[in-house]
């Protein structure tokens, strides 16, 4: 079993836009600017927002946030995301999810200028993701193709499975798998919770994404000898050994599934590195075309 090391990935993916962004400010003048927006004190949103802000600082990006009360009125957000939209200093915008129940999420996401659209929600980069057209792939999913890339994964003919069916993750990840690229060419099963005899498709899987958000989901008789396994799932639960007060827990039972594995990510160390990494690069493909 090897561990697919979202840590030594997404570094090596940085330290490569680190000097991609030296060569672009000296070529053209031009710095990648990625604008956070925040609404709310959500403490996993908080954690994620700041990852992403200190990985722009890191490699020489600009970074800015804005943060706004949890009740602020939907015209609020609006004016913020329209103000981003035109300026021209701005290459990349993100919006935080999940926003406070008042508020349409797909509403709030169409506004983001598709230029700009650098975690890849947005209608247009998800319709060109269908053609296979070049765009603004969501972050999870190319992450996880990057990720896939490094280790050489051989994903040609084979199997894939993918457990959730969210519109950022499990449909852009099974759209990725089928299509005529390296890695993809799988033939890929797309499940969600409707989805009947979960566990003889999931038996049959030589790859298996699990992205639903149900902490160690996934069993070790689930999974058939040699699978490739990739934890999406990000879940906190309380733990008082911790200092944070909690845990971060994926949606495989990692103890018992990695010794069947031939490759599996860890949680955390895994996906959620790469999900950075990605925007990163998203952010600097937005820049360069501008
Ligand atoms: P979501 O809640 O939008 O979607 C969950 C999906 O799981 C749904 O499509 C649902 O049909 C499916 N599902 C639920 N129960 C099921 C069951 N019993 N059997 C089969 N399918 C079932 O979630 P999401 O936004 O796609 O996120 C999924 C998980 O991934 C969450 O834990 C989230 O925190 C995590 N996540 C991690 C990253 C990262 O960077 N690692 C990024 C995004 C999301």
């Known amino acids: 079993m090897q561990i697919l090391d979202g840590k030594i990935v997404s570094q090596a993916v940085k330290d490569d836009l680190k000097q991609q962004t030296l060569d672009l400010k000296a070529k053209a003048g031009k710095t990648p600017h990625l604008a956070a927006i925040l609404v709310g004190t959500d403490g996993a949103s908080e954690t994620y927002v700041a990852s992403k802000i200190k990985s722009c600082e890191e490699i020489g990006f600009k970074s800015s946030l804005q943060r706004f009360q949890s009740d602020i009125d939907e015209s609020t957000l609006v004016e913020a995301i ?5 300026d021209a200093d701005v290459d990349g915008i993100l919006v935080q999810l999940p926003l406070p129940k ?32 070049p765009t603004f792939i969501s972050a999870t ?14 994903t040609v003919g084979k199997h894939a499975v993918v457990i959730g069916r969210s519109n950022i ?25 409707k989805t009947q005899n979960l566990k003889d498709i999931c038996l049959q899987a030589d790859i298996i994404v ?5 902490v160690s989901f996934l069993t070790a008789d689930m999974v058939k000898e040699n699978a490739v396994v990739i934890d999406v799932g990000i879940t906190r639960v309380a733990d008082s ?3 944070s007060g909690f845990a971060l827990k994926g949606d495989v039972d990692f103890e018992n599934v990695a010794p069947k594995c ?7 160390g895994g996906v959620g590195l790469m999900t950075i990494a990605a925007l990163l690069m998203n952010t600097f493909n937005a820049c360069v075309k501008k």
């Open 82 to 86: 329209e103000a981003l939209n035109r």
């Open 210 to 214: 699990a992205a639903l958000g149900k």
């Open 262 to 268: 031939s490759y599996i990510t860890p949680v955390p």
């Open 102 to 133: 008042h508020f349409n999420e797909e509403k709030i996401i169409n506004l983001i200028a598709p230029e700009k659209d650098v975690d890849g929600f947005h209608p247009i980069s998800l319709g060109k993701l269908v053609q296979g057209l």
């Open 169 to 193: 993750v499990g449909r852009p990840m099974s759209i990725l798998l089928s299509q005529n690229t390296n890695p993809g060419n799988c033939t890929v099963t797309l499940c969600h919770s």
């Open 141 to 154: 999913p190319y992450g996880i193709m990057l990720l896939l890339k490094h280790y050489n994964i051989d």
């Open 241 to 243: 050994s911790k200092k």
